[in-house]
């Protein structure tokens, strides 16, 4: 995330008033519009190919720590993904 100066953009007399309770500490303002996580970025497409990727070769017989091992993260996060992959196939009647 980039900053910009508040002299660039805000009146002075709010800088004065932001100033008496956080002089020269930086400070996040939410945007108003949130945008959903991964809108910006690749991350969340990235993240469902992998997810699928997992599904699958589980489905195929893969055991979970195996997955865990291949994908480096935890055998946890393996059985998370795959119940969240399970409730949206519509092969699984779900």
């Given at each position: 995330?980039?900053?910009?100066r508040a002299e660039d953009v805000l009146p002075k007399e709010l800088i004065q008033t932001i100033q008496q309770y956080v002089d020269g500490k930086a400070i996040y303002i939410p945007s108003v519009q949130k945008k959903p996580w991964g809108s910006e970025t690749k991350t969340r497409s990235v993240l469902l190919e992998r997810n699928r990727e997992i599904y699958a070769a589980f489905r195929t017989g893969m055991p979970v720590h195996a997955l865990a091992r291949k994908y480096s993260i935890s055998d946890k996060s393996i059985q998370r993904i795959l119940r969240k992959m399970k409730e949206s196939d519509p092969e699984r009647g779900t």
């Open positions: 995330m980039s900053y910009i």
